[in-house]
């Protein structure tokens, strides 16, 4: 079973995807992006992206054979951020982005508090953002999740949505 958990920047997915893993046992696939500009710094440009990409799904083909895998972002984030940053998106990235089936989407809204970051760039445009989720959601035909509120009421909605598929 594929989870991936989506949304706009400083949105929760890190948390909530952590709680999955750690709750249902699942392995967890981070957000490669993170860790990439941890690592080269925060001035990146459109090509970073492609890197990105390529080592995000490389992550999750690596453990495709897991019985539950939680993405914590994945290709959908990085071509929303191409597109709306640089105004198109590298033809891989599309390409393997129709590559995998999820079984379950969550989307995070900004109900959550702006945590500020060296690493984020977008406070005041999220609520934009997440528009633009859910139409590239709902135009390649993937049915979601919206969570909203609070770490506690996510953790509680996500655990009966788990439940109810597992049982």
């Known amino acids: 079973m594929n989870i991936l958990v989506t949304g706009p920047e400083s949105t929760g997915k890190s948390t909530i995807s952590q709680f999955i893993a750690e709750e249902f046992g699942a392995t967890l696939i981070p957000e490669y ?22 080592r995000h799904y490389t992550l999750y083909k ?10 914590d972002s994945f290709l959908l984030n990085i ?18 982005y ?14 959550v508090g702006w945590v500020t970051d060296p690493l984020r760039e977008n406070p005041n445009n999220r609520d934009e953002l997440l528009d633009i989720f ?4 709902e ?23 788990l439940s109810e598929i597992q049982s």
């Open 134 to 137: 859910k139409s590239e959601l």
């Open 139 to 161: 135009a390649i035909h993937l049915e979601y999740v919206v969570l909203e509120s609070d770490r506690k009421l996510r953790e509680k909605q996500v655990q009966v949505l």
């Open 33 to 54: 992006a993170r860790a990439y500009l941890e690592e080269h710094g925060s001035d990146y440009n459109q090509q970073d992206l492609l890197h990105i990409a390529n």
């Open 79 to 96: 071509k929303i951020w191409s597109e709306y940053k640089y105004g198109s998106c590298d033809p891989w990235i599309l390409d393997k």
């Open 98 to 111: 129709n590559d995998i089936t999820f079984d379950m989407v969550l989307l995070c809204t900004p109900a």
């Open 62 to 71: 690596e453990a495709s054979a897991s019985k539950l895998i939680v993405l």
